[in-house]
């Protein structure tokens, strides 16, 4: 009997040694706030010119959405029926205005049934569905884009330790593929995939990972290219926390070649968030300098054209064809509608009447 309980015994200290190194395997080998030293970054040259003249062109409606108090609004998307959905994380549900910011209707509640939600964050709109990123419930919802019923999921894979996932983004190529880019909650690994979609039959191919990658996916219909926003992902090989402070790319994903390339390299210590392309360059959001500013397609800084005074920490955001900004602030629960004020407005519609 002595030797049976120390036989449980040594095989019960042996599991939970093994169990201890694997954490700190895991834990040195990735950023974390106690080993890895904060970024020095004075040897960083990529400065915006602060000399430049703020071109404000957006005026911010804090009161545009009724009928609801936010908790924590991630993203924001245009349906093609005509109205705004946004996904609210601690909530565990989606809401529907119309365009005039009035309360329609709440989508689902909290559980992980059919319609109900743990922290959604994404969404994506694609031949008559909805996707949902479904975070704490590790899947990726698929309602009706009408009335909003469930119509399937699938679910986002584990990590080697059995940990989910944490999806940031949802975009879809207008065709058959969407895709998604997020990390793991447990080891920080970022991932950039795509899955096909084949709405006859509600199959889902194959995930398909590209490359490491966790922020905004911005996709051009023109041009047949998926951009990539370098926003959370953390580089432990560079040994602090770099990208964080400043060091992010867009990028941009070619589907036939699947090779991703690079375009330029952001300022230092600008983290974006949401980037929209424009005929001249892009339109990008930053969370550390809480602007949204122009670059040309080289990346060089032209103007800001918004500084948030009063809400904080625009994460997500989605352009109306009138160049109307709904933008989330999360962690301060609010949605803002950026309007452009009328002199650009008027200035915009002259240079087009003219051309």
Known sequence: MTRTKFLVTLTFVVVILIL????????????????????????????????????????????????????????????????????????????????????????????????????????????????VADNNNNRIQVLTSRSYDYRDQFAYELDMFGDGSNIVSIVSDGVDTIYVSGNYFFTGDAVFSKYSVDQSDSAYGERQNIAPLCGALTYNYAADILYLVDTYELQASKGSYRRTQGTHYLSYYDPETKDVETVFEFPAKYMPSEVFITDDGFIALSLTRETIDRFNESGQYIDTIYYAEEYKGMTYAVMADDGTLFVSCPYEGMVLRLTLTESVSDAETEAKTES
């Open 20 to 131: 201890c190194i694997l954490f700190i395997i895991n834990f040195i080998s990735h950023p974390n706030p106690i080993t890895t030293p904060s970024g020095n970054m004075s040897d960083d040259t990529r400065v915006l010119d602060e000399t430049k003249i703020m071109n404000v062109m957006y005026t911010a409606d804090y009161e545009f959405f009724k009928g609801v108090t936010f908790e924590q609004p991630h993203d924001v998307l245009l349906t093609e029926k005509g109205t705004i959905l946004v996904a609210d994380g601690a909530a565990n549900c989606l809401y529907e205005f119309d365009m005039d910011g009035n309360l329609l209707e709440t989508i689902g509640k909290t559980g992980n049934g059919m319609c109900e939600f743990s922290f959604p964050t994404a969404l994506c709109e694609l031949n008559g569905s909805i996707y």
